[in-house]
């Protein structure tokens, strides 16, 4: 909120929440101010943080204060932007996890907003995963906390650099590994390497790997140590889906997960979710990095009373509905350098793929108002990228050795959206 971007429907403000956490009170907080600036939708972000949309400029200073005043920004602009934890949204109730992360997140995010961390960028960001069912492995962040069980059956984490954690581990590769009660001799460590270059891909292109490796070993005092990658398990399974009903690690308890269409919130939803989870849950809300959102903590018997709630404040809880794996940019609504209503024909393009078999559908598809693909890190099996002529898209298709474009290979240009979506079919039936 200290610099938020200028749209075209006013100001655009990224509210962090260091591993998706978001108390009620605080989401309460978020609606009312979101309410009294006269702002649009809340959104959800694929880094499980939360924006506010077209605040008028005018109010950016009020907006600012307010949330510091309720906890969700720190006064240091410089510190309140670095930030940056991801982490899974089931984390200390999901049954299959390895290690809580909850502490750990809390402690990374106090020691990115203190002075040691200060010549990060802010876009620098920690990955810290626990190894549950719902996991955040193989997305890139500057450093990654990966739990793992090695074959002797103690638990680590693997550290990566720059790159993902990955779902296979390799006999022969040295990966670094920390013990979960000096990860923050770890995270130490990274920070003292990494905040003289800005980055951890910029530290690696100075120092290469093998020598940053060693510095890290050497800055966290033999805490981080180099073993054989066949002592880990794998393969990983892909992440299991947040949304839905599942049952947690304490019995008689459920997380309920459900996903807002293309991640927005009306306020007036956000703070009856707030009730809702302080009445039928543990009252917090845990922002997932897919764009949606989990109650956890429900009792068994409330679940069918939590789950209409949910669906009645527009979110969907069903795993299988295509509003779980389409996404879009704002488009040419609220960005100059959009070129096509992507919100609206991504909402066409839900509509039709519910007329599609799931075997059938995409496993995910991006709608992306230019080339610059915004709503999407990674490419999506399908893409929709809009052209310069008013109303038409180029299709692109995410296939093995596609090079060229951020979204893969283009298949189709300049078809309006009926014909693009021939072509988005035709990729499903791909697998």
């Known amino acids: 909120?200290?610099?938020?971007?200028?749209?075209?429907?006013?100001?655009?403000?990224?509210?962090?929440?260091?591993?998706?956490?978001?108390?009620?009170?605080?989401?309460?907080?978020?609606?009312?101010?979101?309410?009294?600036?006269?702002?649009?939708?809340?959104?959800?972000?694929?880094?499980?943080?939360?924006?506010?949309?077209?605040?008028?400029?005018?109010?950016?200073?009020?907006?600012?204060?307010?949330?510091?005043?309720?906890?969700?920004?720190?006064?240091?602009?410089?510190?309140?932007?670095?930030?940056?934890?991801?982490?899974?949204?089931?984390?200390?109730?999901?049954?299959?996890?390895?290690?809580?992360t909850r502490p750990l997140v809390t402690d990374v995010a106090a020691r990115l907003a203190s002075t040691a961390a200060t010549g990060l960028t802010p876009k620098f960001g920690v990955l810290v995963d626990g190894g549950g069912s719902v996991h955040v492995r193989g997305r890139v962040h500057d450093v990654a906390f990966g739990a793992v069980r090695a074959r002797d059956g103690s638990v680590r984490y693997e550290i990566r650099l720059a790159e993902p954690l990955p779902v296979v581990f390799v006999a022969g590769e040295a990966v670094?590994?920390?013990?979960?009660?000096?990860?923050?001799?770890?995270?130490?460590?990274?920070?003292?390497?990494?905040?003289?270059?800005?980055?951890?891909?910029?530290?690696?292109?100075?120092?290469?790997?093998?020598?940053?490796?060693?510095?890290?070993?050497?800055?966290?005092?033999?805490?981080?140590?180099?073993?054989?990658?066949?002592?880990?398990?794998?393969?990983?399974?892909?992440?299991?889906?947040?949304?839905?009903?599942?049952?947690?690690?304490?019995?008689?308890?459920?997380?309920?997960?459900?996903?807002?269409?293309?991640?927005?919130?009306?306020?007036?939803?956000?703070a009856a979710l707030a009730t809702l989870a302080e009445q039928g849950g543990s009252g917090e809300l845990r922002i997932t990095p897919w764009r949606g959102l989990v109650v956890p903590d429900v009792a068994t018997d409330d679940v069918a009373a939590v789950l209409a709630a949910c669906t009645d404040l527009g979110l969907v809880c069903d795993p299988e509905h295509p509003v779980n794996t389409v996404v879009a940019c704002a488009g040419e609504c609220g960005c100059a350098a959009g070129l096509a209503d992507t919100q609206s024909d991504a909402r066409a393009v839900i509509d039709h793929l519910l007329t599609v078999p799931v075997a059938e559908r995409p496993r995910s598809l991006h709608v992306s108002g230019c080339e610059k693909g915004c709503a999407r890190p990674r490419p999506a099996q399908a893409s929709l990228v809009a052209g310069p002529v008013r109303g038409t898209y180029d299709v692109y298709a995410a296939r093995a050795g596609a090079t060229g474009s951020r979204f893969g290979e283009r298949i189709a240009s300049g078809l309006d959206l009926r014909a693009a979506m021939e072509h988005v079919d035709a990729e499903g039936t791909r697998g």
């Open 1 to 100: 909120m200290h610099a938020p971007f200028l749209e075209l429907d006013g100001a655009l403000a990224r509210i962090r929440l260091p591993g998706g956490i978001l108390p009620s009170p605080a989401a309460r907080a978020i609606a009312t101010l979101a309410t009294e600036l006269g702002a649009g939708p809340v959104e959800l972000t694929n880094r499980a943080n939360l924006q506010l949309r077209a605040i008028p400029p005018d109010a950016i200073g009020r907006g600012r204060d307010a949330l510091i005043a309720a906890g969700l920004a720190l006064e240091d602009p410089d510190a309140d932007e670095r930030r940056n934890v991801l982490a899974s949204p089931t984390a200390g109730v999901d049954a299959e996890e390895l290690v809580d």
């Open 176 to 270: 670094l590994q920390v013990d979960p009660s000096q990860a923050l001799d770890a995270v130490d460590a990274v920070i003292a390497l990494c905040a003289p270059f800005g980055r951890a891909s910029d530290a690696l292109g100075e120092l290469g790997r093998e020598r940053a490796a060693r510095e890290l070993t050497r800055r966290s005092g033999g805490a981080v140590i180099a073993r054989d990658g066949g002592e880990l398990r794998g393969p990983i399974n892909e992440s299991a889906s947040a949304v839905g009903v599942h049952g947690q690690r304490n019995a008689g308890r459920v997380w309920v997960g459900g996903v807002p269409v293309l991640g927005r919130l009306e306020p007036a939803a956000l």
